[in-house]
């Protein structure tokens, strides 16, 4: 069974540090593209970046870039969403998705991702 997990979620002052994981099981981790995604409240899923596993590529929507980093640890098929300078506007549901179709995150962390965790919520107080 495909499964990922996520962990790290929490509450955290403006301009502080928070890093989430994704554990996964039940595929071979390097043949998938693995994304980050948030749901704020009443707005639509905004996909915030994603990794290639074959070749180490990577994307990151423009409100996140140079503030979060995705990082990958193949011993432990486990994929990383290191965030810094946070603000109260990323303040969300943050999830981690799966797919085998690497064109998803090719030009962007485009939608349709066909495995998805539980969600793990992250607060950015003002």
């Known amino acids: 069974e495909v499964q990922l997990v996520e962990s790290g979620g929490g509450l955290v002052q403006a301009g502080g540090s928070l890093r989430l994981s994704c554990a996964a099981s039940?595929?071979?981790?390097?043949?998938?593209?693995i994304g980050w995604f948030r749901q704020a409240p009443g707005k639509e899923r905004e996909g915030v970046a994603c990794?290639?596993?074959?070749?180490?590529?990577?994307y990151y929507a423009n409100s996140v870039k140079g503030r979060f980093t995705i990082s990958s640890d193949n011993a432990k098929n486990t994929v990383y969403l290191q965030m810094d300078s946070l603000k109260p506007e990323d303040t969300a549901v943050y999830y981690c998705?799966?797919?085998?179709?690497?064109?998803?995150?090719?030009?962007?962390?485009?939608?349709?991702?066909?495995?998805w965790g539980q969600g793990t919520q992250i607060t950015v107080s003002s």
């Open positions: 998705a799966a797919d085998f179709r690497k064109a998803l995150c090719r030009v962007g962390v485009l939608p349709g991702w066909r495995t």
């Open positions: 039940g595929f071979t981790f390097d043949d998938y593209v």
């Open positions: 990794v290639t596993r074959s070749d180490g590529s990577r």
